[in-house]
């Protein structure tokens, strides 16, 4: 990995590269997850590079729709098993979730590099070696495992391919993304959008499980009525469209 100096003016995003970086070096990253993680660096740098509001009103509508799952599955694929492994096993273990790796770019040798990878940072059981189920897809994310995924009733995408993520959602299941694009068909489909970075994400989460798990089945209830997911991705319209505005006035450039 190449030193970068804690100094740093981009020392977060340039340490968070790195890792994608040793994700493809090491075999469980696909090289097109170097181009997927720009373009999240693109949209990062637009939200601001912080958690708005509005995506932690998500997080926690997302996290009582974890608590309150039956069959809950964290779908992990090779950029958050490059980025964040340490909170996938985190998040698993507060909320009861079982762990699923599940690729687009799919091959074996790859699903299994993950498994271990997540075993290794204390994951207990990692699903997603059987593939015994097929999703109505034409590509490899529809190979799910029948205990895992395709009997789950909610499931948290990070980084997820808007056509399965549409599919997912017409099966019937809760859908929870994680997507710093506001406008993909992932965001737009999902039951509960998090327009904020996997990195972010996934820690206050699990701050959130924490906090959360002894409140009664009502009160998580309540969380999720009272939640709007239009209206969280229009607060990250919002939220690009007044950091540009301010970002414009700051270097005296006239905002139209
Ligand atoms: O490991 P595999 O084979 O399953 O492949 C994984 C990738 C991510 C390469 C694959 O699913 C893919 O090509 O995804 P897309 O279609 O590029 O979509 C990735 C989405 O995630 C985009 O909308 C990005 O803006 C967003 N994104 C990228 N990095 C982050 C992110 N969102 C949150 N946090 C990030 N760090």
Redesign the pocket.
């Known amino acids: 990995m190449t030193e970068i100096s804690r100094e740093h003016p981009r020392y977060e995003s340039l340490i968070?590269r790195e890792k994608i970086v040793e994700g493809v070096r090491i075999g469980i990253?696909?090289k097109?997850?170097l181009?997927?993680?720009g373009?999240?660096?693109?949209?990062?740098y637009l939200i601001g590079e912080r958690t708005t509001e509005s995506a932690a009103f998500a997080e926690r509508a997302a996290v009582a729709h974890m608590l309150l799952a039956t069959k809950l599955i964290i779908s992990v694929?090779?950029?958050t098993a490059a980025?964040v492994p340490e909170n996938l096993v985190a998040l698993a273990d507060v909320t009861g979730a079982t762990l699923e790796v599940?690729?687009?770019?799919?091959s074996d040798a790859?699903i299994h590099k993950i498994a271990e990878h997540l075993k290794s940072r204390g994951a207990g059981k990692v699903l997603g070696c059987k593939g015994d189920k097929r999703l109505d897809l034409s590509h490899d994310?529809a190979i799910v495992d029948e205990e895992g995924i395709f009997n789950a009733d909610v499931v948290l995408v990070?980084?997820?391919?808007?056509d399965r993520c549409q599919k997912l959602v017409e099966m019937g299941k809760t859908v929870i993304s994680?997507?710093?694009?506001p406008l993909?068909r992932?965001s737009l489909s999902s039951t509960v959008s998090i327009i904020?970075?996997?990195?972010r994400?996934l820690q206050n989460m699990t701050q959130f499980a924490k906090d959360m798990k002894h409140d009664s089945r009502q009160s998580l209830r309540d969380v999720i009525v009272s939640y709007d997911n239009n209206k969280v991705i229009s607060d990250a319209l919002y939220a690009i469209q007044e950091r540009l505005k301010l970002q414009a006035g700051e270097r005296g450039i006239q905002w139209i």
């Not at 994680?178 to 694009?181: A, H, Q, Y």
């Not at 904020?196 to 990195?199: K, Q």
Request: proline share 2%; no cysteine.
């Open positions: 968070t990253t696909s097109q997850g181009v997927a993680q373009r999240g660096e693109a949209f990062d694929n090779g950029n980025l599940n690729l687009f770019h799919r790859r994310r990070p980084l997820e391919d808007g994680i997507d710093l694009n993909s992932t904020d970075n996997v990195t994400a």
